[in-house]
């Protein structure tokens, strides 16, 4: 039996086949383009590696597009052939049977599948980060640091892929809420592991929430090897610079960024379109405008309406489409929403809720309607933790909430809103919530009409 670079059991019969294993392993780990360039050199050389396939399915579901399920059909089906030709190790099972759950619709089976992997070997960072991954797209905060913390004593300072733990430690306590141990446990993991991406962008996310903008541009500008050569990964780092600017008041700057680095190569992938459509959102907040950006985010939008593999995704599709006036598709989405909450699974529960109220809210804000989108945002908004994504990404719809709010004169909900989301900064007002307390103040002051 072979072992890999996690010191876990692989069935592959030839090092040169473990080396493309491994490699495939870094490149994942670290965000690189070349993960599914290694996974097909390790698919090609042994097509019955099971777990080979395996990887290939979970990793296409992690797209979040729907061409990709099909993708990982085919690859649960080759598992399924190769696991009857061949004997597979249990760690391989669990692979297999975590691809098998998603595919029924159950990403927390999935994770279930994978944790099982974990309770055998501990030091299996691969089979770690992927849980992470799709805790992440279900916003399972919480459930994130668990699994990565009983990890932890399994990756010491003699493993060689510790670093990327480390990240992925660094980031669930950021969005748990320990700051400085956050920041500590990523610029700790950077000296492990200096390509790891995910942790660097860890520490950016401590910097955004504690309103430390001259920092977090400092760190992102001083560590480009951790992430200028990664996959699209890259542009949602340049992502956190555009808002740390932003929070110093520099729009021009982010704007600029947006154009020269966040939308430089126009890719429909849905965690760049999510960049675009929130940065973009957040400067007209500001008041400024963007010209015909929200076009061509529009224009790919349209052609994801039936999507439905993530709610966060959709969400992001549906700023797009507010912001190109695509009325039409907008109407379609909703229609598509009213359906799948009808469903069972993991996703038609968050497309219920709070998906369905969280569209409507969207679709009341493009339409000057403030009163109706405040309602229909805070209504969404105890949940909205469930649709996945960080603090930093979900903010956008805090922000609009509480624009609405504003706008609609719910003036104690919005005071209220704007203590917790500074609250969860650890007490620290960001530009955003100075001028919101500020904007709050004088409408208080102005007589009812």
Not at 9 to 33: D, Q, R
Not at 94 to 118: F, M, N, R, Y
Not at 209 to 217: L, S, Y
Not at 423 to 438: I, W, Y
Request: with cysteine; glycine share 8%; proline share 3%.
């Amino acid at each position: 039996m072979n072992y890999d670079i996690c010191n876990a059991p692989v069935s592959l019969n030839n090092a040169a086949t473990v080396e493309h294993w491994n490699a495939m392993i870094y490149a994942f780990l670290a965000h690189k383009p070349s993960t599914p360039q290694h996974l097909g050199d390790v698919l090609e050389a042994e097509p019955q590696f099971a777990m080979g396939h395996a990887a290939r399915g979970l990793f296409s579901l992690m797209m979040g597009r729907a061409e990709m399920w099909q993708v990982a059909e085919d690859a649960r089906t080759a598992a399924h052939a190769a696991r009857g030709e061949h004997s597979c190790t249990p760690r391989e099972e669990g692979w297999i049977a975590a691809l098998d759950q998603w595919l029924a619709d159950s990403p927390t089976g999935a994770i279930a599948a994978l944790e099982k992997v974990l309770d055998q070997h501990p030091q299996d960072t691969l089979t770690a980060k992927t849980s992470h991954a799709i805790r992440f797209i279900l916003g399972d905060a919480s459930g994130m640091r668990t699994s990565i913390e009983r990890v932890l004593p399994a990756h010491g300072p003699d493993h060689p892929l510790r670093g990327y733990v480390m990240g992925c430690h660094a980031f669930t306590l950021e969005e748990t809420g320990a700051y400085a141990a956050a920041e500590l446990a990523g610029r700790a993991g950077l000296t492990y592991a200096p390509d790891d991406a995910w942790g660097l962008h860890a520490v950016a996310h401590v910097h955004d929430m504690r309103a430390e903008p001259d920092a977090g541009i400092t760190l992102i500008e001083n560590h480009k090897s951790a992430w200028n050569g990664s996959n699209n990964f890259r542009y949602h780092v340049w992502w956190h610079k555009a808002l740390l600017h932003l929070d110093r008041g520099e729009m021009d700057v982010a704007l600029s960024l947006y154009d020269c680095q966040i939308r430089a190569d126009k890719t429909d992938d849905y965690r760049d379109i999510a960049n675009a459509t929130s940065l973009l959102m957040r400067l007209e907040l500001e008041g400024m405008n963007i010209g015909d950006r929200w076009d061509e985010l529009g224009a790919f939008a349209e052609t994801r309406i039936d999507d439905g593999c993530v709610v966060f995704a959709d969400l992001h599709y549906q700023l797009a489409l507010a912001g190109a006036a695509k009325g039409d598709a907008a109407k379609a989405m909703t229609a598509r929403f009213a359906r799948d909450a009808q469903s069972t699974g993991d996703m038609a529960s968050r497309v219920a809720d709070p998906g369905l109220a969280a569209l409507a809210g969207l679709n009341a804000f493009s339409e000057g309607r403030y009163a109706d989108a405040f309602a229909q945002l805070a209504d969404a908004r105890p949940k909205m933790q469930t649709i996945g994504g960080s603090h930093a990404q979900r903010d956008i719809f805090e922000r609009m909430t509480i624009d609405a709010g504003l706008r609609a004169s719910h003036f104690d909900a919005v005071e209220d809103m704007l203590n917790d989301r500074t609250a969860l900064r650890a007490g620290k007002q960001d530009r955003f919530a100075a001028t919101r307390f500020d904007q709050l103040a004088h409408a208080r002051r102005i007589p009812a009409q």
